[in-house]
Each structure stands twice: as C-alpha cells, then as structure tokens.
C-alpha cells in the first residue's frame, strides 16, 4: 500500500512538473530523413488538420516531437500510406512504434478521396493494462463486433440493444478515466441511434440536454455530427421551424435564426446551440436547400458575436473551407519551385490576371493545350495577364522540355514543394483551370480551357474592368 501511495505523488508530481507537455518518440530506420508531423483536427466539421508538432527523423530512424496540451485527445500522424493515432494525457510520454515506411503512389497522391490505412500506434513503454489506450483498444475491439450484429435487421430489437450496452458498460470500472467513461457514453449513444431503436429527439435530449460539450472527444463528436445532421432542414419541414427559409435566404439574419432555434428545449444552452448552427452552415453549403450568400452572411455575424473563442475559430475554419474556390474570394496560397529551382509564389503575381491550370506533361490532353496556351500568352503579353501551370508529374524532369523551351512564353512550377497544392484546388483530372484577378481574387473557378474558348470570357472580364 505504502508502494502504491508513494508511485501516485510522483506520478502526481511528474504531472504538475511537466504540466501539459506530451512527449512522442520512436525509432524505426525507414522513416530516416522524414518529417513527421503530429496533428489533432482543427475542427469537428471540416476534415482539416491542426499540426501540434513537427520534427524531422534523423539518419538512424530516431524522432522526438513535443506537444503541449490541456487534456486528454487524440493525436493522429499521416505516415505515407498509413494513418496512426494514440490518445495522449498531459505529462506523458510515449515510446511508439511504427510499421515500416511506405510512400502514397502517384495515384493516391492526386486520388482525393485517397484515405490511409488506420492503426492505434503500439506503446513501447505502456505497461499498466488499464492505461487510456488499452482501455479504449479493448473497448472499441468489443463494440465494433456488437455493431456487426446490428447490420442484421432481424437481430435488431430493444432486449438485444440492452445485452450489447450492458456487455460493453462492463468494462468501465469506477477508477476509469473521465474522458474513456465519456467515450464509452457516446459510443453507446451512436449504438443506439445506428440500431434506430430510439427517435433521434430522445438521442438529442439523452446526450446533449444540459451537458458539457466534450470539444476533444471524438465519440462525442461523432453522436453530435449524427443527431444533429440537416437540422436545419428537419426544422423546417415543422409549422413553427417553417420561416427557417425566410431567416436564411432572404434576411440572412443570424440573431432571428439563434432565436428560432432557441425554441428547441435541447438547445437553450448557447454554445450548444452555436455549435449546431456551425455545423449545418458547413453542411448545407454543400447541398441545394438554403442560400449560399445567406449562409455565409450568418457565418460571419456568427464569428462576430460569438463570446466563445474556441467558436470563433471553428467559425472561421469553416469560413476558409467554403470560399477557398468561390469566386470573390482569395485562391490558396501556394509557393512551388520551377525548372531552374526558384520557389515562386502566387503572390508575386499580384496585378496580373493569372490564368491557373493544373496538368501533367504526360498527358495527351494537358499537352495539346501547350500550344493555344502559348499563343494566349503571346498575344497577352502586354495586359498584365500570366500563364502559370502547376506540373502533377513524380519528379520535374518531365517539365523541363517544355518550361526551357525557347519560345514558350509562361511560367512552369513543379507541385513536390507543397503537395497539398492539389486538394487545395480539388484537382481531379487533368487539366483544370483557374482565372485569378488583378487584386488577387478568383475571377473564373473553374475556368474554361483554351479550346472551351476561354479568351472569349477573359476578352469579356477585361473589357468590363476597363483593361482592353
């Protein structure tokens, strides 16, 4: 007893002197020379990323990355092809082991929909059995075969519900961590709104109802994106939801819709209800039932008034997402190298109109183009209008031919140095277009390509800006 009691204060102590550092190492050859970056999601609706560190592997294959944080989350690394993650504490430090390296293929680099193979990482220097990782790896071991059943209707009913809930509350103790007993909550939540044994309105109330938003725990999230997807149409289909439309496409009017909503006894609670207002202005911007403009203009009322910070910026991570290729707006930013290995970058055009494509000097359809794009930049020349492509290409050997062509009169730039580059643009085929402004805003996106009579619409642009 005395042991256990002289291990907890230091453990205690380690914590309070480390506060809410987190150390991550390993070791493992192949990965010699990489960066590894650990990151956390920069938002429960976009996808995006949030890297907490950064460190380069040394020859031996040995990485160290530091990361500060205030609670328990969970930490993910993007390793080629796979994806590891662990749940990390403040003022631990894991000893993790990876699989050998294996780089994304030239397909899976442009592939959009591309999504690693997952794995939970194998902490070396984890040996208590009740730890939070092994807690939630037998957890989720469990409850991914008691889902199982339930993709088979006729297994499906509230008796067999309770002896799969009851078989995973088994393996809460009491001494378990707050967050792995709130994981298991909303695990069994979602169980429960997948058997569709239970009206989503109950879920609502039962999981959300005058409790704590769990913002790091991705089983809360999860419950939370499910119950609360097309909300905003679901409370418009009711007599007293109805003038949703009018508060959104019309108004546009972010305080009429908090108020709306407030009628909803589940959504009293303002950061609740804020949090399901961002999550369908993301959502319905990408499908056709509310206004564009509407949406946008109650994100940015939303971003002003909010009093939560952690809001604010989901608010404006949702901002940068929607607009990144609207038109009126700013293009991502990019800084490539070209053939002679001078990193240029979008921003050294501004004042010109930039006529963006994306292409591979091996494709027959981006190649036939090269000739009325060099023709475009001939007769151009003196509009403030540039040609630039972004070459999708495994290495620049493949541009060179073209770029230092004597002759060819526009800028070439090889994609290695930010391939990120592609998603930014949602680039799913060769070859694609851009038409950028003067100020540096999206003109045309896309654009039409040199054989679509693309000259007509810029003729057009120019004209109506007073540039021809």
């Given at each position: 007893m005395r042991l256990w009691f002289l291990l907890a204060i230091a453990a205690m102590q380690s914590a309070v002197l480390n506060g809410g550092k987190v150390i991550i190492e390993g070791q493992q050859a192949s990965y010699a020379g990489k960066v590894i970056e650990l990151a956390t999601f920069a938002d429960p609706f976009t996808g995006?990323?949030?890297?907490l560190a950064r460190c380069t592997v040394d020859t031996a294959g040995r990485f160290k990355a530091i990361v500060t944080i205030d609670q328990p989350q969970l930490l993910y690394a993007r390793l080629g092809t796979f994806k590891g993650y662990l749940h990390a504490e403040p003022g631990q430090k894991y000893i993790i082991s990876m699989p050998e390296w294996q780089d994304l293929s030239?397909?899976?680099k442009l592939n959009p929909f591309f999504e690693p193979t997952e794995f939970q990482f194998i902490i070396e220097n984890d040996t208590n059995s009740n730890s939070l990782n092994k807690r939630i790896l037998q957890f989720d071991t469990l409850y991914f075969k008691q889902l199982a059943r339930f993709t088979r209707p006729r297994t499906i009913n509230k008796d067999s519900l309770n002896r799969a809930k009851d078989s995973l509350l088994k393996l809460v103790s009491d001494d378990a961590p707050a967050f792995f007993k709130d994981y298991v909550t909303h695990k069994i939540g979602l169980l429960e709104l997948l058997a569709?044994?239970?009206?989503?309105?109950?879920?609502?109330?039962?999981?959300?109802?005058?409790?704590?938003i769990l913002y790091y725990n991705?089983?809360?999230?999860?419950?939370?994106?499910?119950?609360?997807?097309?909300?905003f149409f679901y409370t418009g289909q009711s007599l007293q939801g109805k003038t949703i439309y009018t508060i959104i496409n019309d108004r546009k009017n972010y305080r009429a819709l908090d108020s709306l909503l407030q009628n909803d006894p589940v959504l009293r609670e303002p950061n609740l209800?804020?949090?399901?207002?961002?999550?369908?202005?993301?959502?319905?911007?990408?499908a056709s039932r509310f206004s564009r403009s509407g949406l946008l203009a109650i994100l940015d009322s939303l971003t002003k008034l909010t009093q939560n910070q952690l809001h604010k910026r989901f608010a404006l991570s949702i901002r940068e997402k929607i607009t990144r290729l609207m038109p009126g707006y700013d293009p991502p930013a990019f800084s490539l190298y070209d053939s002679q290995n001078r990193l240029v970058s979008l921003s050294d055009f501004k004042g010109n109109y930039v006529y963006l494509n994306f292409c591979s000097c091996q494709s027959y359809a981006c190649l036939k183009e090269f000739d009325l794009l060099n023709n475009l930049a001939r007769k151009y020349s003196n509009k403030n209008f540039v040609i630039v492509s972004i070459i999708i290409d495994e290495d620049t050997a493949s541009m060179k031919p073209y770029a230092e062509k004597a002759g060819m009169n526009w800028i070439f730039l090889h994609y290695a140095h930010?391939?990120?580059?592609?998603?930014?643009?949602d680039v799913r085929g060769f070859p694609v277009y851009y038409l950028i402004g003067p100020d540096?805003?999206?003109?045309?996106?896309?654009?039409?390509?040199?054989?679509?009579?693309?000259?007509?619409?810029?003729?057009?642009?120019?004209?109506?800006r007073g540039d021809m």
């Open positions: 995006k990323d949030t890297i030239p397909a899976d569709m044994q239970y009206r989503v309105k109950y879920l609502s109330k039962q999981y959300f109802e005058d409790k704590p991705e089983a809360y999230l999860d419950l939370f994106n499910r119950v609360y997807d097309k909300y209800r804020e949090l399901v207002i961002l999550k369908n202005i993301h959502d319905e911007f990408y930010q391939p990120d580059v592609v998603k930014k643009y540096g805003k999206l003109l045309l996106s896309p654009a039409k390509s040199p054989g679509e009579y693309f000259e007509l619409d810029l003729f057009k642009i120019m004209r109506s």
